[in-house]
Structure formats: C-alpha cells, structure tokens
C-alpha cells in the first residue's frame, strides 16, 4: 500500500520534559516533524493509543502527518528555551521529499542547541555537514536503534527499516566525524533475541563499527500496541504466546525483576568484554567548557 502522506500546520513543535531523562538520553526537549512512521516496526511503542490518538493501530505506517510548519515553529519557540539538550526531527522516508529535519537542524545550530538524535535511517548521514557543526560549537549525539542485527528476525519485527547492516555503517561514518555515537538496543526482544548468541552479535557489530555505548532495555507493551505486538508474536512465533502473557501478566509494561536482572547481567558482561559504556556521559555544552576554561585559567 502506497503511504499517504497528510500535511498540516502545526501550533507548536518544542516539547518540554519535566525533567533531563539522565537514564538514557540526557534530553530535555523533543522536536520532531512527522507523526506515524513508514518504517512501520511492529514493536514501536508509538502504536500506543496515547501517542497515535485519532489515528487507527494499522495505519501508522500508512498514514504520516507531516507538520509542514515545524522549522518556523522551532525557530520560533526555541529561543525561549533554556540551554539544554533536545532530541530532534526523524529521517524516515518523508524527509526524503519534505527535508523538515534538516532545516530543524539547521535551527539548532543557529541557535546554538546540544542535540541527540534517535535514528533507524541511514539518510541521517546526508546531514553531517550540519551534525559536525553542532558537535563543534556545542554537543552532538547520535544513537543508532537496534531490535537486533539478525536479518532473519528483523524481517518480521522491523520489515520497513533499513537494514541493520545499513545502520552499523551509518554508525561507522558518523563515529569517525568525531561525533559520540552509540547503540539504542531496544527493545531486545524476550526469547527472541536476548540471549548470549544474539546479544553478542549485536555487540560485537558494535564495537567493530565505532559504537561507543549500548543502550539496553526491554520490549514494553501498553494498549493497543500490546495487542499489536501480539499478534505478531501468535503468528510468528506461537509457542512463546504463553511465555508472553506470563511476562506481562496483568497489563504489566514490562517483565517482573527477575526477568531484567537476568538480562541485565548478560548485557553487562558483553559491555565488559567489548569495552562498551553501558551509559552516555553528562553531555558538557559550550558555555560549560568556556566556564571551565576561565576557572582553570586562574
């Protein structure tokens, strides 16, 4: 089916968090210009209801709305925000025809932004023109998303999305333009692909491409995604359909604890071996580094 694509002019674009999500990607703000995604992944926790509101589970990767507005919008209200790190645009397939993402990062650099961008696309490497500039007046991150790197697995979870191998090299070339880089594994998928075989693999691609970090965490269910993923799970793999509802029994969001401790200290040990940072570190601005200098110059 062909993607639709709904066009409309957005009243704000700058999200505003209640506080720096310092677990993971040190964001304070969020800005991105498409809602939906072609890429379609069926785990995406944005299937949720909460996120897609009037639009039906199916059709997220058939309809996306394209906030056509969104680099006025950011130019105009980021200046009124407080120096701290927003996480950025999307470079799915309507970038391709609307560059909304990069004229937003164009507006960043202007103003003078710290950045992170969560990514599956490899056209984010179009724009490491405007990233190396960011990265040298400020901060710059760019976290790779991986389920997996097995191609037989993530043709049934991620069918849309480029291919893993077209991440890692994406990856690789954003590594040696010196901008901090790394992997956002998640969600690792329960009895599918968190064992040592397949976690191993995921990490050892990783360390042979430039990754400085993996982000580790499991697959949450909420809604109609719950619904969503299970079917996928019934269709593909049957005879984990029980293993699944005994992990998220009762609505639960994610496995119990004894379920992540588990899969934490497999992860651990492969951040270990491949001398990966299971963390991104406190991202230092401009201003940070120009005041330090000032002190060390006393």
């Given amino acids: 089916m062909t993607v639709r694509y709904e066009t409309y002019r957005c ?14 990607y040190w964001v304070k703000y969020s800005a991105h210009p498409y809602v939906c995604c072609a890429f379609g992944c069926h785990f995406c926790y944005f299937r949720a209801e909460r996120y897609l509101r009037d639009i039906p589970c199916e059709d997220f990767d058939k309809v996306i709305r394209v906030k056509i ?35 937003m ?27 190396e500039e960011i990265n040298k007046e400020t901060w710059c991150c760019v976290s790779y998303s991986f389920s997996t790197v097995d191609k037989s697995i993530t043709k049934i979870f991620e069918p849309k999305a480029p291919a893993p191998k077209k991440r890692m090299e994406a990856i690789r070339e954003i590594s040696e333009r010196g901008i901090l880089t790394g992997l956002s594994f998640m969600p690792i998928l329960p009895h599918i692909t968190d064992d040592e075989t397949h976690l191993e693999e995921t990490f050892a691609m990783a360390k ?11 697959l949450t269910m909420e809604g109609q995604q719950r619904d969503w993923v299970m079917s996928v799970i019934r ?23 004894k379920y992540h401790k588990e899969l934490d200290a497999r992860t651990r040990r492969l951040l270990k071996k491949y001398g990966l940072s299971p963390k991104i570190p406190k991202p230092v601005f401009e201003d940070q580094r120009k005041s330090q200098r000032r002190i060390d110059s006393y």
């Fill in 11 to 24: 009243k704000s674009i700058l999200i505003r968090h209640k506080e720096v999500d310092e677990d993971w």
């Fill in 69 to 103: 507005n969104a680099p006025q919008m950011l130019r105009k209200q980021l200046p009124r925000a407080e120096k701290n790190v927003i996480a950025l645009g999307d470079w799915q397939p309507a970038e391709k025809e609307f560059l909304l993402s990069r004229r």
């Fill in 105 to 131: 990062l164009e507006v960043v650099r202007d103003l003078n932004f710290p950045i992170h961008i969560i990514e599956r696309s490899p056209l984010l490497v179009r724009d490491l023109d405007i990233l």
């Fill in 208 to 218: 042979e491409h430039g990754a400085h970090y993996v982000l580790c965490a499991t």
């Fill in 235 to 257: 269709e593909h793999y049957p005879e984990l359909a029980s293993k699944y509802e005994q992990l998220y029994a009762n609505d639960a969001y994610v496995p119990g604890q």
